[in-house]
């Protein structure tokens, strides 16, 4: 599930040149369902719009939450959020979720936001609509479900040092093993002298005298 959030002044929907609903102060959300997204989600991400301190305190500190600010919320369901353009001109909505499970989630999340004590507009479902928003700031948000990283493993993620192997690098894609921890990596100067040590003994021009 994906949201746009905005702040906005005043916000409205029309269908066919007739006001179906209007908001105040508050923020303007627009929905976009994908397939996987589920009721937690919908919840979690209604918690979130909700709680997000995106409005300014009296030191014009951006703040205070929706609630704190006596905002309303207007609700509406875009599916082309779920849409995917990476390839070619044509965006992809093979990601977006079926129409009855959207609006059956869309109004669950409607619902979890109002149970939150927030006033709720909304547009409506599959309706061709002309939603005019009044940004406030301006001041816009993406939230998504799902999509807050979690803690890093152990040791992933780290890119392997040149001198991390008493040989340095070697064939690309090739994992060499760690020099244990109670064993120092060698500084740069030693490695060094070893491989030019090594070359002198391979090297045919070099004197049998000269060699190491």
């Not at 102060?25 to 991400?45: F, H, N, P, Q, Y």
């Not at 479902?125 to 948000?141: C, E, K, R, S, W």
């Not at 479900?145 to 890119?159: F, L, T």
């Not at 894609?173 to 002298?193: A, D, T, W, Y």
């Amino acid at each position: 599930m994906k949201i746009v959030l905005q702040r906005v002044k005043e916000a409205r929907v029309d269908i066919d040149g007739r006001t179906v609903s209007r908001i105040g102060r508050g923020v303007c959300l627009l929905v976009g369902i994908e397939k996987g997204d589920t009721a937690r989600d919908a919840e979690s991400l209604a918690k979130k719009a909700v709680e997000l301190r995106v409005f300014p305190d009296a030191e014009g500190k951006m703040n205070l939450s929706l609630v704190e600010a006596g905002g309303e919320v207007l609700a509406v369901s875009q599916f082309t959020l779920a849409a995917s353009v990476r390839k070619g001109r044509r965006p992809s909505f093979d990601g977006a979720e079926e129409p009855r499970q959207a609006a059956e989630l869309f109004d669950h999340f409607v619902g979890a936001v109002e149970a939150l004590g927030v006033t709720v507009e909304t547009g409506v479902f599959q309706a061709v609509m002309d939603v005019h928003i009044l940004n406030d700031g301006p001041v816009t948000f993406i939230i998504e479900s799902g999509k807050i990283p979690g803690p890093r493993a152990p040791g992933r993620g780290v890119r392997r040092s040149l001198f991390s192997h008493p040989l340095g690098g070697g064939e690309k894609g090739k994992n060499h093993p760690r020099i244990p921890r109670s064993r120092p990596c060698p500084p740069p100067s030693v490695v060094l002298e070893w491989r030019t040590n090594d070359l002198m003994r391979r090297s045919p021009f070099t004197r049998r005298e000269d060699r190491p």
